[in-house]
């Protein structure tokens, strides 16, 4: 069972950046693909991007593709969302979440292990 950890939310204007991290309990961390999610109140679970095992690969939907980055450091067990030039509409819980497939998955359902989440707010 990984156990994951996200970190680094808070408060942030308009423009602003944050980087989260999700740490992970297992090295069996590394083999496997990590997503990040957020849910707005009301709203469903929105997939924001996905990076490969090894961190050569990584997906992001046109909503924030260009603002936000993913990148994992695997020996440490941490992955990062770096989001840059946050927008009000970014408000949310930030969860991530890791998948054995090797094929990029959007779908909550195809992670099989997930963080707490971190809210994120970010004020206009």
Do not use: H
């Not at 309990?25 to 996905?50: H, I, M, N, Y």
């Not at 939907?61 to 603002?67: A, F, I, T």
């Not at 408000?91 to 997930?114: L, N």
Request: charged content about 15%; glycine content about 12%.
């Amino acid at each position: 069972q990984v156990q994951l950890v996200e970190s680094g939310g808070g408060l942030v204007q308009a423009g602003g950046s944050l980087r989260l991290s999700c740490a992970a309990s297992d090295g069996t961390f590394s083999t496997l693909a990590v997503g990040w999610f957020r849910q707005a109140p009301g709203k469903e679970r929105e997939f924001v991007g996905r990076i490969s095992w090894s961190g050569r690969n990584t997906d992001y939907p046109d909503s924030v593709k260009g603002r936000f980055t993913i990148s994992r450091d695997n020996a440490k067990n941490t992955v990062y969302l770096q989001m840059y030039n946050l927008k009000p509409e970014d408000t949310a819980v930030y969860y991530c979440a890791a998948s054995y497939s090797a094929v990029t998955q959007t779908i909550p359902g195809r992670y099989s292990y997930w963080g707490q989440g971190t809210q994120v707010t970010v004020s206009s």
